[in-house]
Antibody, heavy 122, light 107 residues
Framework: EVQLLQSGGGLVQPGGSLRLSCVAS????????MTWVRQAPGKGLEWVSTVRGSASATFYADSVKGRFTISRDNSRNSLSLQMTSLRPEDAAIYFC???????????????WGQGTLVAVSS | DIEMTQSPSSLSASVGDRITITCRASQTIADHLNWYQQKPGKAPKPLIY???SLQSGVPSRFSGSGSGTDFALTIDSLQAEDFATYYCQQSVSTPLTFGGGTKVEIK
């Protein structure tokens, strides 16, 4: 059974930093691209960042580029999102998401973590 | 960036109804279109990938169609558990983008 267990999140002041983590199980983690998707309160879904299975390439939304860093540790089946210079508009539920294709970055997501809340406020 | 436009933004329907939600891409995306269902307080659930392929375990009353720029999600014989918000998403290029969502409510 595929599981994506998220941790991290919480309340941080504007300009602060936070690290989100996601531990995966039930599939061969290194074979799949992983993604972070966020959802601001009462709003729609927004793609944030993707990392290839091999960690050879990363992709970012313009809204977070230069401030957020996605990384993975395939030996620990873990995915992380380091967020710095946080802004009020970064406040959202962040979901760890598994890509559906084992061979390419399909951009289609077949399993989602439970989500973790990030609040940015002074 | 590819903009995804869903319509309607909300609709009211009754159990047993057949409903259709449409999604339009601002440029052609072939069949790189996915649909998700989200209930309040929960993570999105994948329904359809590649425009018309059903994810494992999704009931056959859900179907997807379209290619290029115009797509549709149809639910035949709406069930109580289908009342939720539905999102389309293009997966042809980054930034991957979602539609604004369609909330399906009970009439």
């Amino acid at each position: 059974e595929v599981q994506l267990l998220q941790s991290g999140g919480g309340l941080v002041q504007p300009g602060g930093s936070l690290r989100l983590s996601c531990v995966a199980s039930g599939f061969t983690f290194r074979n799949y691209a992983m993604t972070w998707v966020r959802q601001a309160p009462g709003k729609g879904l927004e793609w944030v960042s993707t990392v290839r299975g091999s960690a050879s390439a990363t992709f970012y939304a313009d809204s977070v580029k230069g401030r957020f860093t996605i990384s993975r540790d395939n030996s620990r089946n873990s995915l992380s999102l380091q967020m710095t210079s946080l802004r009020p508009e970064d406040a959202a539920i962040y979901f760890c998401v598994k890509d559906s294709s084992p061979t390419a970055v399909a951009g289609s997501y077949d399993f989602w973590g439970q989500g973790t809340l990030v609040a940015v406020s002074s | 960036d590819i903009e995804m436009t869903q319509s309607p933004s909300s609709l009211s329907a009754s159990v047993g109804d057949r409903i259709t939600i449409t999604c339009r891409a601002s440029q052609t995306i072939a069949d790189h279109l996915n649909w998700y269902q989200q209930k309040p307080g929960k993570a999105p659930k994948p329904l359809i990938y590649a425009a018309s392929s059903l994810q494992s375990g999704v009931p056959s009353r859900f179907s997807g169609s379209g290619s290029g720029t115009d797509f549709a999600l149809t639910i035949d014989s709406l069930q109580a558990e289908d009342f939720a918000t539905y999102y389309c998403q293009q997966s042809v290029s980054t930034p991957l983008t979602f539609g604004g969502g369609t909330k399906v409510e009970i009439k």
